[in-house]
Each structure stands twice: as structure tokens, then as C-alpha cells.
């Protein structure tokens, strides 16, 4: 269905496209210094469909490699998502464009982006963006993470026990997406129940998969499903939050319960508070961030630790003497959680062959050079975190799996970039990190396990995720 759709789209933009395509030339600034080498594909769509389609077929690297190596530079042009645009590769560009955010850069998201979270104060995704990383650093700090731990024990402890106990086989990518939203509905919301939450899981599966899309608003496209579904979880959203309110004046509700509450609560600078249709929406935004990234984590670790039964044993060695120590009924704490070194470092290896965030965009606010090439003002900038992760000249033998790149002071700076980096670091870093690591304890202490399917293709849209959900055999240890 979706190359139907990219099919009926290339017909109808190629009969538009001459006229368009000057738009994009019009008023061109002068230049210091030539353009990167690289070309702009067909007008209007450019190279989006090589770029999403490399992702499709489970190899999103190819679109980046194969043009580092045809115009030999870690700079190219390129046209992407209906945007001039220029690729940075390795680490040398992500530490330039990491530095210099809101100087020479700015964050940017495609235009499927802003519509799929529309703002009801009219701002743009970017703007609303700003306002919520002003805010969040309260809820991912250390003495606020250590809280989470408990919770989240709880929480895997009940997800384990319904979705995994007691089964035979079980897909594993669906599992993982039902653990992490659980957390991000109990931790942001503080709704708990199951049925409440997987009332969401669908819609949230629609929207997370038109997120980045080419944004053609028409029946049957992956961009129309997610607008329908955002939709939906606004409207459940909006009702939340006016529950909330009730509780809050009822004194039913805590105001350091959860994020809600405190985007309830607190006020701009110039003393304004949000109202309800804004706070759905960075709920809407947090939800996504807070879960799909991590579940596809998640899964990644289990087709890892399948493949890999050395690494399984290091693991589960760690998280075994971890769950000896604790008394019956007593939750994971911090302490627990920095005991988990070697897991950790499987963790990031994960994340390094599988980042779930492929990359990102930025603008460019102001005409610059780089490797004497000029950028323009206006251009739109990509970052890939596989054109370092995969990178042989980075990480020796980049296809294979070895924890102990990070051990010690771990890989050089910038080229480990699965959270992004510079000031637009994920603020949900340390976050990910505690829920991956809940996870992985939960699922050793009680599981071997082994593919059903060996060589299950891999799809990048835009996150990586096995093509069928990884499903696995369990062998519970007790058994």
C-alpha cells in the first residue's frame, strides 16, 4: 500500500514539478565558496524516496555510504522531504552542528511533524519544543530518576507477569511497546490500569508510524492514519486532563505527582498557564518520546542476547547476583541500578547497531561554510548517528558486537550519538537508560530464549524494528 501511494504521489507531483522546482531557486544567495558535491534528484521530492526506502528495506546506512564514497566527502547535497538540504557525516560534523545550535543551526521537523501535533496556540513544533525542555529537566533529574526505579520495577514485575509468564512464544517488539508506554502513561500520567492504557496502544502505533512520512493527507497513506489517531488521543487526552483538574481542587491529586500535574499547575513567564488542548499536546509529544524509542530498544536487546549467548551469560551473571540480594517482594533501587555495568554496556552496543533515533534535522539561520563548502541560510541539515556508528574508520569491525567498546572512557566524543547530543541531547537519556535496564533484568532472571525466525528482515520506519516483531520460544529457567 505505501508504494502505491509514493507511486500515485511521484505521478502527481512530476505533473507540477517545473513550475514548483524554481520556487526552491528563486533568490539564491551568493556563495563564498561552492555548494557540497551531491544532486537534488527529482524536483519537488528530490531523494526522499531513496532515503525512506533505504530504511524500508532494512538499510538506512546505504543511502548515507554510498554518497560519502561517490563524491568522496563527508558533506553532500542532497533533497529531502520537500527541502534543500545537506548531510553531515562523522563525528567531525556532528560535533559542528552539536556546537553550534541556536548559532549557526536550529532544531527542524518536517512538515508531517508539525501537523501530526498541531499546536492549538498556533506556534510550531520547534517553539513548543523549547517550552517543554525548559520544563523537563525536573522530572529526568538524578534525586527524580531514583524515584522512578521503584516504580518501574513494579510495573515490569505486572507487565512479565501478564505478557510473558507461563507462554511458549511470544512476539517481542508489541511486548516491549506495552512495557514502555505502561511507564510513560504511569510516570507522566499516573494512569495505571492496563485497559486504560492499551485503549492507547493502537492510535499510538498509527501515529509513530506516520510521523515521519511524506504528508499526503489521503485515506490509506501512513500520514492520514497518524493525523486520525492523534486525533483520538488528543480528544482522550483532553479528558484526562480535565479529570485531573477536579482531583487537583479536590485535593484527590498531588501537584508533584507527575508531569501533568505540574504543567497544570505552573506558569509562563508572563504568568500564564497552558490550556488544556496545549497540554495534550506535549503530553501527546512526551508519550512518543517516552516510549517508542526505548521499545525499540528493548527488542533489539532480545534478537542480541538470542544471537549472542556469551553476552547472554554476562548478563544474565550480573542481573542474577542483583536478584540474589534482594529480599522477597523488595523492589530494584539505584544502588541496583549502577550495579549494572556490563549490562549497560550491552545495552549501548544495542544502541549503536540499532539506534533507535537514525538521525535528525536542523536549519540553518544563517549562510555559513563547512570543509569549504558554503551552506545557505534557509537549508535544512541532516545528521546520521550510523554515518560514525557503522563507520569502520570510528569502530573497528563495526558489525560486530563487542560491549567492551565502552568500557572506560567508552568511544571517542561524538561518535556515539544514539541521544543526539549538544544542547538537544534527549533529556529522557538517563530515563531510557533505567527502563532498558529494568528490562533486561526481568527478562533474564526468568528467560532463555531462542528466534523463530533466524534471519528476520529488518525495517526502519522510522525507527528499526524487526519485520514480523521478533518472535521468540521462551525457556523459563524454572522450568
Given amino acids: ?130 517550552k517543554m525542555r525548559r520544563m523537563l529537566p525536573t522530572f529526568f533529574k538524578p534525586e527524580a530518576l531514583q524515584r522512578y526505579v521503584g516504580i518501574m520495577d513494579h510495573i515490569a514485575q505486572r507487565h512479565f507477569s501478564d505478557g510473558w509468564d507461563n507462554k511458549n512464544e511470544v512476539v517481542v517488539f508489541p511486548l516491549a511497546k506495552r512495557y514502555t508506554f505502561w511507564l510513560a502513561c504511569r510516570l507522566f500520567l499516573s494512569v495505571e490500569d492496563p485497559n486504560h492504557v492499551a485503549k492507547f496502544a493502537d492510535p499510538f502505533n498509527a501515529l509513530a508510524s506516520g510521523l515521519i512520512s511524506i504528508p499526503i493527507d489521503l485515506p490509506g497513506t501512513p500520514f492520514h492514519r497518524a493525523i486520525k ?143 569549504g563548502f558554503s551552506i545557505p541560510k534557509g537549508w535544512k541539515i541532516y545528521w546520521s548517528a550510523n554515518s560514525t556508528h557503522r563507520n569502520p574508520e570510528v569502530f573497528t569491525e563495526p558489525l560486530k558486537f563487542d560491549p567492551s567498546r565502552f568500557e572506560g572512557s567508552g568511544p571517542a566524543p561524538y561518535t556515539f550519538v544514539p541521544f543526539g547530543g549538544g544542547p538537544r541531547m534527549c533529556p529522557g537519556k538517563e530515563y531510557a537508560r533505567l527502563e532498558i535496564l529494568v528490562f533486561m533484568h526481568h527478562l533474564v532472571k526468568r528467560f532463555k530464549w531462542e528466534k523463530l525466525i533466524p534471519d528476520e528482515k529488518i525495517v526502519v520506519n522510522p525507527m528499526p524494528i524487526p519485520d514480523k516483531g521478533l518472535p521468540v520460544r521462551l525457556y523459563p529457567h524454572n522450568a
Fill in 229 to 371: 489517531a492523534s486525533n483520538f488521543i488528543r480528544k482522550e487526552l483532553v479528558s484526562i486532563i480535565k479529570q485531573r483538574k477536579i482531583d487537583l481542587a479536590e485535593g484527590k491529586a498531588s501537584p508533584t505527582q507527575d508531569i501533568l500535574s505540574h504543567m497544570l499547575l505552573t506558569s509562563d513567564e508572563s504568568g500564564k498557564f497552558m490550556n488544556e488542548l496545549d497540554i495534550a499536546d506535549k503530553i501527546l509529544g512526551l508519550l512518543v518520546g517516552g516510549h517508542d524509542t526505548a521499545s525499540s530498544a528493548c527488542t533489539f536487546v532480545v534478537k542480541y542476547l538470542a544471537e549472542l549467548p556469551e553476552i547472554y551469560e554476562g548478563v544474565y551473571k550480573e542481573q542474577i547476583e542483583i536478584a540474589k540480594s534482594k529480599a522477597p517482594g523488595e523492589l530494584l533501587n539505584w544502588d541496583d541500578i549502577q550495579k549494572m555495568k556490563y549490562s549497560w554496556n550491552v545495552a549501548c552496543e544495542v544502541l549503536r547497531l540499532a539506534p533507535p533515533l537514525q538521525g535528525a534535522f536542523r536549519e540553518a539561520i544563517a549562510d555559513f561554510m563547512y570543509n
Fill in 1 to 130: 500500500m505505501e508504494f502505491f501511494y509514493v507511486s500515485l504521489l511521484c505521478l502527481f507531483v512530476f505533473l507540477i514539478s517545473l513550475s514548483l522546482h524554481f520556487l526552491f531557486y528563486k533568490n539564491k544567495p551568493g556563495f563564498s565558496g561552492p555548494l557540497p558535491p551531491g544532486k537534488t534528484g527529482w524536483p519537488v521530492i528530490g531523494e526522499s524516496l531513496e532515503f525512506l526506502s533505504s530504511g524500508w528495506k532494512g538499510h538506512p546506512e546505504k543511502f548515507i555510504f554510498d554518497r560519502i564514497a561517490k563524491y568522496s566527502s563527508y558533506v553532500f547535497r542532497t533533497h529531502l522531504l520537500g527541502e534543500q538540504a545537506a548531510v553531515f557525516c562523522g563525528a567531525n560534523g556532528n560535533k559542528f552542528l552539536f556546537s553550534n545550535e541556536n548559532k549557526l543551526v536550529q532544531a527542524w521537523w518536517p512538515d508531517s511533524v508539525n501537523k501530526v501535533f498541531p499546536s492549538s496556540t498556533q506556534t510550531s513544533s520547534k517553539e513548543e519544543a523549547i
